[in-house]
T-cell receptor
Framework: QKEVEQNSGPLSVPEGAIASLNCTYS??????FFWYRQYSGKSPELIMF????GDKEDGRFTAQLNKASQYVSLLIRDSQPSDSATYLC???????????FGAGTTVTVRA | NAGVTQTPKFQVLKTGQSMTLQCAQD?????MYWYRQDPGMGLRLIYY???????DKGEVPNGYNVSRLNKREFSLRLESAAPSQTSVYFC??????????????FGQGTRLTVV
């Protein structure tokens, strides 16, 4: 069983809409959760991290974590064409130096 | 501020050839990582170095070796390249404070083709 699963996409949303990305993980010991954005042909860049249950907002991005359900999500509000990219969910267990990545969800924002 | 620098950016190898991918970071980070990325597979960890002087296997280490040359540099070697090693390779580094894992910073990637 893959450790980190993401909805496969691709996800197409109109400009100005909310894009909702989901991620589930199998290791209950996971403590740190990250969302990376990767433009085509580029390297991943961190956009959000979350450690505690609940919501964390940063500009148009909101990360949501539910450790009981082993679920983390990313909402992109007021989606822009510049948000078109692949979004990677990554998970880490406390004291472990490794990040486990999901396969990514590709988002296309239609103008 | 260069961040994480990988060389080369592109490489074509013949089956059986060897090569070393170089990675250097100038952020004084303790931990460094090598990932490979294949279509539909996300990023898979090959090897990592939690601190200078240590290296450990990741998820897909077969066919690779690494060297943590010093705190700045972490190289990945393919001893006998195979077509299955065709991929995009990313080096990353992380400060990893006492609380465990923190943000990883990625290099620009090396696109390797083995024919």
């Amino acid at each position: 069983q893959k450790e980190v699963e993401q909805n496969s996409g691709p996800l197409s949303v109109p400009e100005g809409a909310i894009a909702s990305l989901n991620c589930t993980y199998s290791d209950r010991g996971s403590q740190s959760f990250f969302w990376y954005r990767q433009y085509s042909g580029k390297s991943p860049e961190l956009i959000m991290f979350i450690y505690s249950n609940g919501d964390k907002e940063d500009g148009r991005f909101t990360a949501q974590l539910n450790k009981a359900s082993q679920y983390v999500s990313l909402l992109i509000r007021d989606s822009q064409p510049s948000d078109s990219a692949t979004y990677l969910c990554a998970v880490n267990t406390f004291g472990d130096y490794k990040l486990s990545f999901g396969a990514g969800t590709t988002v296309t924002v239609r103008a | 501020n260069a961040g994480v620098t990988q060389t080369p950016k592109f490489q074509v190898l013949k089956t059986g050839q060897s090569m070393t991918l170089q990675c250097a970071q100038d952020m004084n980070h303790n931990s460094m990582y090598w990932y490979r990325q294949d279509p539909g597979m996300g990023l898979r960890l090959i090897y990592y170095s939690a601190s200078e002087g240590t290296t450990d296997k990741g998820e897909v280490p077969n066919g690779y070796n690494v060297s943590r040359l010093n705190k700045r540099e972490f190289s990945l070697r393919l001893e006998s390249a195979a077509p299955s090693q065709t991929s995009v390779y990313f080096c990353a580094s992380s400060p990893t404070g006492g609380a465990g894992y923190t943000e990883a910073f990625f290099g620009q990637g090396t696109r390797l083709t083995v024919v």
